[in-house]
């Protein structure tokens, strides 16, 4: 086991010495992340570092898979229904989707014994979907700092003469966001005497981030049915990225109804692309055009955050299980996450679990929010997000038989994001929900 923490401590290090500076607002794209997986998963709201015997659980603490005593193959779909709001208006956006959020065959092969101990071994191969990036925004607001006046500030001209005596500044931000967060696990599992568990994984990420925007002034008023626009700036961000991370994992159960786990993540070794393009343009005596060079950036060594978990579950007698947890993610280029989550299992009858569960996340540490823009203004997405807070509240059954199972789930999430359409404009706060479904069904064999 030592010898297992001190590998993670050591790839974890070289991850960090290695890091690459990121824009900032890509970053925070990028490494958001979501409670997906199996439907028992997410009926407990991801507190599951110490409960084990499920494949999205044992991705988060690949210890888990020293429970396993019979092999089986999962999968699951599901969709969700997102809407995202400016706060104290009525605009908002929406966004449908269905997916797969996850799939896995776990191969445990039984016990054996060796010096007077028992040795319980499984691997898994599995998928995880880590996070969906769909995103509709419509935002609007009078009486605010021109981005006219920010191109003069950095003394931008692109052959373009802003106005310059106007009233009653007002704009409107139309965001479209898709794309999706992938990971693909190998991990290994092993009981020692049904009281230590330890684990071992390696975790190959992919994503995909597209972002288009259009944004526009009007200095009189603000009118969205208006072919006339005093400024207008349409934008296209694309983000492709792979990384690569360790994780290790410790279950002790110290009595036969309790269990104490940790788990960490290392950051993700890997890199990400980068594609922009803009036209901006601006109404003076005449409309005239400036197109932004498409740019291209491609960041190596570019990592995202290590993660540690810790919790503990209870047995309520044979009827049910209670988990708790706390989960820290330092993130390098932008703020620490820290998260509260539990979680509780009920078995009424022998075959029949009932779930629920609830967690929240913020951001803890306060910093400086300001994404400055390109002093050259070659790249034209001035917008940026920062997220504020998490909470999600679940709740799931589901049926074990001798060889087939069932599970369903049902979580609400909603959040709460600051929003600046660029680096001179007013704070703007926004609020999301999302409401998500997913069924599981498995194979699995008999117990020998």
Not at 30 to 53: D, K, N, Q
Not at 103 to 110: E, M, P, T
Not at 402 to 414: D, G, T, V
Not at 419 to 431: K, P, V
Request: hydrophobic share 35%; with cysteine; aromatic share 14%.
């Amino acid at each position: 086991m030592r010898r297992l923490v001190y590998i993670a401590f050591v790839v974890g290090t070289l991850c960090c010495a290695l890091r690459t500076p990121v824009a900032a607002q890509d970053y925070e794209r990028l490494s958001e992340s979501s409670t997906l997986g199996t439907a028992r998963y997410m009926g407990m709201a991801g507190a599951m570092t110490a409960v084990g015997a499920d494949p999205s659980a044992a991705i988060d603490n690949p210890a888990g898979l020293g429970f396993y005593r019979r092999s089986e193959v999962l999968f699951s779909i599901g969709g969700h229904f997102d809407r995202a709001w400016q706060d104290g208006t009525t605009n908002y956006g929406r966004a449908r989707r269905a997916s797969l959020p996850q799939a896995s065959i776990v191969l445990a092969f039984g016990e054996h014994y060796a010096n007077n101990t028992c040795y319980q071994n499984a691997i898994m191969f599995s998928y995880r979907r880590t996070h969906d990036y769909s995103r509709r925004l419509t935002l609007m607001d009078i009486d605010q700092p021109s981005l006219g006046d920010l191109l003069n500030e950095y003394q931008i001209k692109r052959g373009i003469a802003y106005p310059t005596e106007r009233t009653n500044i007002g704009y409107r931000q139309d965001i479209w966001e898709s794309g999706a967060a992938h990971e693909y696990a190998f991990d290994w599992g092993m009981s020692i005497n049904h009281r230590w568990y330890v684990g071992l994984g390696l975790h190959v990420q992919s994503y995909m981030l597209a972002s288009d925007g259009l944004y526009y002034e009007q200095f009189a008023t603000l009118n969205a049915d208006s072919a006339n626009h005093d400024i207008e700036n349409k934008t296209g961000l694309t983000l492709n990225g792979v990384g690569c991370k360790l994780a290790v994992g410790l279950i002790y159960r110290p009595a036969q109804w309790a269990r104490v786990g940790v788990s960490l993540h290392t950051p993700s070794l890997g890199s990400v692309s980068t594609y922009t393009s803009g036209v901006f343009s601006a109404l003076t005596d005449t409309l005239r055009y400036s197109y932004a060079p498409d740019g291209r950036r491609s960041a190596q060594d570019f990592h995202m955050p290590l993660r540690l978990s810790v919790g503990a579950a209870f047995t309520l007698g044979n009827f049910g299980m209670l988990s708790l947890q706390y989960d820290y993610r330092h993130n390098f280029y932008s703020d620490d996450l820290h998260a509260l989550r539990g979680g509780l299992e009920i078995s009424p009858v022998e075959g029949l679990y009932l779930n629920a569960g609830y967690a929240w996340e913020t951001t803890f540490r306060t910093s400086n929010r300001r994404v400055d823009i390109d002093s050259e203004f070659k790249r034209q997405d001035t917008y940026y997000c920062h997220h504020l807070s998490s909470q999600y509240a679940s709740a799931g059954i589901g049926y074990r038989g001798k060889h087939f199972m069932i599970q369903a789930a049902y979580q609400y999430r909603w959040q709460t994001y600051h929003y600046n359409a660029h680096q001179n404009a007013d704070t703007q706060l926004l609020r999301t929900d999302t409401h998500r479904f997913v069924i599981t069904l498995g194979w699995h064999r008999s117990n020998p």
